[in-house]
């Protein structure tokens, strides 16, 4: 190396400073250090003003500069050359003594070289390197290089130095003068280049950032006092990648969507123009760079002090409308962003309501599940940041198909009861807000769904009721919560604990069998107990059948195990024994090898379920405390919510809920005494319930508490015989289930009633009825004798053959039913007439003295004078349905009984069924639910499912689908029955559900209305009734059942009517159904031609056994009839005005309807199309005026509806309900099925008939009324010949449905092109009516 002459680079002679000799290489370094420390102390000490030693020390400064002290190896030589050049720079500022720019270059790279020194803050140098970053900031001595034309790699060097160096030893001021010096760079230049700017940006990415943290924080300081000098520069960088798409301007390009959350964190007005471009980016045809953007913008928009939704409006709207992208990721990504922005942002949760709205429904089960999500993070931070419309999206999303959805909106909604609600942890304004979701979580418990029940179960014990709390306070929890709770959330809840019982009662039956000594037929009871509590009681049945008997087989082999099982469900268990018992055996059943064990998961849900967590006689005692507080008014009721009578009413059922499922807890003096109290008290209800408790609890009552059993006595026979009818009834099955003496105790209550029976006081003969039949069916050994002399002497003869009342007909209102409340005392006193003879009947379950054969008369009289038995006209047309309902729900019940089934005729069988189409709504509804109760449970023979064919004729859209609901519901437990029971095979003509078709088709062969055997309207009705039970059996071809539906028919085909085998007509009817029932069948399915499985069974009390030498292949109906309903072309529409038909006898006179005009109608357009049956009982015209009638009505208003041929409206959409059980699903709709002949109209289509037309219309003679009920005697033969009238319906006849309902359904209505004669005729005689009407 060339060491430095004594003279400067200009030939100067070098001066010193004093006591510093000559500086040359020939010294050693440390005698060079020691030289430099005093020439550092010389500069150091110089200030600007001293322009003599300026100009004296100017050689030595430039030789400072030279080569060898730039390039000098020594660390410590570098360090204070380094310090005298910026005391240089400072001392001749603001000209630098150096003219050469690449001097000025190598300089400043060398002190940026020295300011790497300042990492190390314990280094005995520090304080110079200090000194060296002081002086450079404070005189700004960088700024010598915006002269020079490559000084961006020097400010690029100094730049990255310093934010490398930068750590978390450095003081403030260190960090402040890195900021001064960086930010005078900035400030002062002409413009921040791209590489300058990465420099920067770099420290941003959160790579680097989490490296280090100082470097960030400085990056951060500086931008923010830069922003304004620095936004054009960055606007550049962005615009130039995200619009122009020009990536290789920088590195940083891939982060520039990090880059920008940074910057709007450090500063919002650093990417005011970037803003816009971002826009622009959110609409790329790209999915994962719109990804990227959503994510970036939802940081932006989520951050907790962010205000850009506020101020850039337009990109917020682009963004929302993100919510909606084609790319699931996006969506998802959106959804995700609306929790922090509900929790951060709440003024922007109307924007976001209607977006999340519209995701809930998303096709995507995750974006479901995360909108369900969001809504509950904001929710239990603050319920205020969610309003009612999103904790409805939840609400929806409790009944979602995906089952982690439907879990997912469960659980968070309990959370929220609990948080709200059970800790009040906001205010009772907040409690009332969530107040609905325990009725919600309950309800689903009507879902089909075990996983549903299981996880309701879960929810009330951990969040609705937690069973880990005190026992008063757990039991107050529960008093009030089902005070609170309405009544499908109420029933739900006696359900669950239904339910659990019978889980119960199962465990207990399959420990009872380990008892058993080994054989085959335990060994096949304890299966067949397994598979029961398996598939019925457990989440994802095959891999619970399996777990079960594993389970099984643990505990045949541990007795202990056994042992506490059966502690569990004892019914002395206390609820913290079964927590013990569940913890011991989950313990013994553990694997700790197998973390995840899915067997123990298993048991853990059977042992929850079965483990009484919340009753026992700890409990009890404290429900009867709460109960006698709310008696006393010195309970919290008001403050609870509830009112005290709501609140005593509500205990009592509760208690009487739990007395069946916990009866043994109630077993203490204690209870009992309060109970008696409330058998005191004025509220009927109260007092039925307390005698329903004592009923299921008090079977020790009679040995152990003997003065509880003195007070009761005379109580239960005050209420047997003086109480309300429902009292009486309790109190008679109380006295036959606790007392060991029940013979004398009913015969002390039955001897006084049955001779105090008056039928001129109906009012008091309602509960002595109830009374009387309730202890003949108990006890019929003692009381069926004498019950016979008072049936045949009074209930007969008396009150039932007597109308003592004269009523108007039709009432005051002209109604077809009435409340409970306005029913005349005789007809409820006649109804429970009805019911006492089905209760003598059950209790004696024998007909030998022939008592059932009159029975069954008499009530199918009743049903054929339409409830009028006398025919005298004195009983109300509201009061005739009720009786036409008690007879025909009296005859289901008598078929419940083998004995009695036998016995029905097929006659008595039609007309119980024509009930179901009863002209009243709540006939019809009632009986239909009584008929789908009965079949659920199997009481009734299947023959009975086939009455739900005639539902097809229903004008009711909600009483259709109800139909056919059950329909579904019976034929799933049927096939389930026969699944689970092997024995079952053995009856199957009695139990499958496809044998159901015979007597289908035997119902509508004898149906009233069928009266012409090739009328084209008459067998579109009979085929829509085939289809509306087809359709439902042939939804799965199981065990090829479509041919074993078609060879049923194609048998009965080859048989003849057993109730009129030699009766030409009625054959030819029977085979024309077969024949419509074929069509059916073949051109809706496809395997139908296939063989059949097995050879189907008729039963032979409908059909005669098939004749063997003859073949019947003949097709009876006519081409045309069969094209026709081939071809489903339209049919003309008929007249629905005259749908209410009467309910006929053979022999007897149709009846004309005498309907009168309306001028309105509040006719809804919301059913679906359906068309009327033709007329029934009198002549048929296809032709004639469409009309409308308002049901429940004796005297139908009428309304014309008059439009032309070819207007057509489509029916509005039915609306979203929730259903019960058995209608949650929502009703198909089908071309053929259960549609009525209606052309769709909505109320806007009504037409009115001028005012001044009806004075030429009123003089249309009135037809005379036909009377109800059998015709006398003497005119028999007259109305026989009319009956044999071709053109009139013969025979029996149904009291036909109305067309518009006075329900809770909508009607349908009928919009049709009428014929001018026939609507001028119409309208004559329609006028008359009001005339006749207003007289």
Aim: hydrophobic content about 40%.
């Amino acid at each position: 190396m060339a060491f430095p002459q004594p003279k400067s680079a200009d030939g100067k002679i070098i001066i010193y400073p004093p006591g510093v000799k000559e500086i040359t290489d020939k010294i050693s370094n440390d005698e060079l250090v020691k030289r430099l420390k005093m020439v550092v102390k010389t500069f150091m000490d110089m200030d600007q003003d001293s322009e003599d030693e300026k100009q004296q020390y100017l050689p030595l400064a430039l030789h400072l500069a030279s080569e060898f002290f730039l390039r000098n190896p020594n660390k410590d030589v570098r360090l204070l050359v380094a310090c005298c050049l910026a005391d240089i720079f400072r001392i001749y500022a603001p000209e630098a003594p150096y003219t050469s720019h690449d001097k000025l270059k190598d300089i400043f790279m060398f002190i940026t070289r020295q300011l790497k020194g300042l990492e190390d803050t314990k280094s005995p140098q520090f304080n110079r390197y200090f000194y060296l970053l002081e002086n450079l900031a404070w005189v700004k001595s960088y700024n010598i290089c915006f002269e020079l034309e490559d000084c961006n790699e020097i400010f690029i060097q100094l730049f990255r130095t310093l934010f490398s160096v930068i750590n978390n030893s450095h003081n403030q001021k260190v960090q402040m003068h890195m900021l001064d010096l960086m930010s005078s760079i900035i400030m002062e230049g002409d413009g921040v280049t791209q590489d300058l700017l990465d420099s920067i940006l770099i420290n941003l990415i959160p790579a680097h950032k989490n490296m280090n943290k100082q470097a960030y924080d400085l990056a951060k300081v500086l931008l923010k006092r830069t922003a304004q000098t620095i936004e054009p520069c960055i606007a550049s960088f962005f615009n130039q990648v995200l619009v122009l798409g020009k990536s290789s301007v920088s590195d940083l390009s891939e982060h520039v969507f990090d880059l920008i959350m940074e910057l709007f964190a450090i500063d919002p007005h650093l990417l005011l123009s970037v803003m816009p471009q971002l826009e622009f980016k959110l609409k790329s045809n790209d999915g994962e760079e719109r990804l990227a953007v959503v994510r970036l913008l939802a940081k932006l928009f989520g951050a907790k002090d962010s205000e850009l939704a506020t101020q850039n409006r337009p990109l917020w709207q682009c963004f929302l409308g993100r919510f909606n992208d084609i790319h699931v990721p996006v969506r998802l990504e959106c959804v995700k962003f609306a929790s922090h922005c509900l929790m951060n942002h709440p003024d922007l949760a109307k924007d976001l309501t209607e977006y999340l709205k519209v995701r809930s429904h998303d096709p995507e089960e995750a974006i479901r599940h995360d909108v369900i999500v969001t809504i509950i993070t904001a929710g239990k931070k603050d319920l205020s940041l969610v309003n009612d419309q999103l904790l409805g999206f939840v609400r929806e999303r409790t009944l979602d198909k995906r089952w982690r959805v439907r879990k997912e909106a469960m659980m968070g909604l309990a959370q929220l009861y609990k948080k709200y609600c059970l800790h009040a942890e906001a205010g009772k304004e907040a409690a009332q807000k969530v107040n609905w979701i325990k009725d919600k979580l309950l309800h689903i418990y009507y879902q089909n769904s075990i996983d549903d029940k299981l996880l309701v179960e879960k929810i009330f014990a951990q969040y609705l009721v937690p069973h880990n709390l005190e026992t008063e306070e757990r039991m107050k929890c529960l008093y009030y919560l089902y005070a609170s709770l309405d009544p499908n959330a109420v029933k739900a809840l006696n359900e669950m604990w239904k339910c659990q019982n019978m889980l119960r009662s199962h465990v207990r039956e399959l420990l009872d069998l380990h008892k058993q000594p080994a054989s085959e037929a335990n060994n096949t009871a304890m299966f067949a107990k397994l598979m029961a509590i398996a598939t019925e009681n457990l989440p994802d049945p095959g891999k619970a059948q399996d777990f079960m008997k594993k389970f099984n087989q643990v505990l045949g082999d541990d007795e202990r195990l056994r042992a506490q099982l059966e502690l569990l469900i004892s019914p002395a268990c206390s609820c913290k024994q079964a927590e013990v018992c569940v913890r011991e055996i989950t313990r013994k059943l553990a694997n700790p090898k197998q973390p995840t064990n899915p067997f123990l998961e298993m048991v853990k849900f059977l042992l929850e379920r079965i483990a009484p967590v919340h009753i026992d006689s700890e409990a009890i005692s404290s429900l009867v405390k709460l109960m006698n507080k709310s008696i006393e008014g010195t309970a919290d009721d008001e403050e609870e919510g509830v009112t005290p009578d709501s609140a005593i009413r509500a205990g009592l059922e509760l208690l009487k809920v739990l007395s069946f499922t916990h009866p043994t807890s109630f077993h203490s003096s204690e209870t009992y005494e309060s109970l008696l109290q409330c058998l005191k008290m004025e509220d009927d209800k109260v007092a039925e319930a307390a005698i329903q408790i004592f009923r299921n609890t008090g079977h020790k009552i009679e040995t152990d508490l003997l003065q509880i059993r003195s007070t009761l006595i005379p109580i239960l026979h005050q209420k047997a015989k003086r109480g309300t009818p429902r009292q009486a009834k309790q109190a008679v099955h109380c006295i036959h289930a606790i007392f060991t003496n029940k013979e004398v105790q009913l015969a002390q209550i039955f001897e006084p009633l049955s001779k105090s029976l008056n039928a001129d006081t109906p009012e008091q003969l309602i509960t002595p009825l109830v009374s009387l039949g309730h202890i003949a069916m108990l006890a019929p050994d003692q009381f069926a004798s004498p019950m016979k002399s008072v049936v045949a002497n009074f209930i007969v003869k008396d009150l039932l053959m007597n109308d003592r009342v004269c009523q108007f007909p039709g009432g005051k209102n002209g109604k077809l039913w009435t409340p409970n409340e306005e029913v005349s005392p005789e007809v409820l006193a006649k109804v429970q007439a009805i019911k006492l003879l089905v209760r003598w009947l059950l209790g004696m379950k024998n007909n030998q003295s022939k008592s059932a054969n009159s029975t069954l008369r008499l009530l199918s009289a009743m049903l054929v004078s339409e409830g009028d038995l006398t025919e005298q006209k004195k009983i109300s047309k509201s009061d005739m349905s009720r009786l036409r309902l008690a007879a025909g729900c009296a005859i289901l019940k008598l078929a419940q009984e083998p004995c009695y089934h036998e016995i029905i005729t097929p006659e008595q069988f039609q007309l119980c069924a024509l009930v179901i189409n009863d002209e009243c709504y709540q006939v019809r509804q009632i009986f239909a639910l009584k008929l789908h109760k009965a079949l659920g449970k199997l009481l009734l023979p299947l023959e009975y499912m086939a009455v739900f064919a005639l539902c097809a004729k229903d004008p009711v859209k909600e009483r259709r689908a109800h139909a056919r609901q059950c329909l579904l519901k019976n034929i799933s437990i049927r096939r389930e029955y026969i699944k689970q029971n092997p024995m079952a095979h053995e009856k199957l003509l009695s139990l499958l559900p496809e044998y159901v078709v015979p007597y289908t088709v035997h119902l509508l062969a004898h149906d009233p209305d069928f009266t012409k055997t090739q009328d084209i309207e008459q067998l579109r009705d009979i085929k829509e009734c085939l289809w509306f039970m087809l359709e439902v059996l042939m939804t799965k071809n199981e065990n090829n059942s479509h041919a074993f539906i078609r060879k049923m028919v194609e048998n009965i085909k080859q048989t003849k009517d057993a109730q009129a085998p030699d009766d030409g007509k009625m054959n030819e009817k029977l085979y024309i159904v077969c024949d419509v029932a074929l069509i059916v069948i073949t051109t809706k399915s496809t395997t139908y031609n296939l063989d059949s499985p097995k050879d189907p069974v008729l039963p032979t009390k409908f059909f005669t056994p098939p004749d063997k030498d003859s073949s019947n292949n003949k097709c009876y109906l006519s081409d045309e009839a069969k094209t026709l309903l081939l071809t489903g072309k339209p049919k003309p529409a008929t007249v629905l005005g005259a749908v209410n038909k009467p309910l006929s006898a053979a022999g007897r006179r149709p009846q004309d309807r005498t309907p009168v005009l309306e001028m309105g109608s509040n006719i809804s357009g919301n059913s679906e199309p359906s068309s009327p049956p033709p007329n029934r009982g009198r002549e048929q015209n296809s032709e004639a005026p469409e009309t409308e009638i308002s049901e429940n009505e004796e005297n139908p208003v009428i309304l014309l509806t008059v439009v032309p041929a070819k207007t057509e409206k489509k029916d509005e959409p039915v609306r979203n309900k929730e259903m019960s059980s058995e209608q949650s699903l929502p009703p198909q709709t089908s071309t053929e099925r259960g549609k009525k002949r209606t052309a769709p109209a909505g109320s806007e289509n009504i037409q009115q008939i001028p005012e001044e037309r009806k004075s030429e219309e009123s003089t249309a003679p009135v037809p005379p009324k036909a009377r109800r009920g059998r015709p006398p005697k003497a005119v028999s033969e007259s109305n026989t010949a009319k009956n044999s009238d071709p053109n009139k319906a013969a025979g029996r006849g149904r009291k036909r449905v109305a067309a518009s309902q006075e329900g809770p359904a909508e009607p349908e209505t009928t919009n049709v092109k009428v014929p001018k004669q026939q609507e001028t005729n119409v309208k004559r005689a329609s006028a008359q009516r009001q005339m006749d009407l207003q007289r």
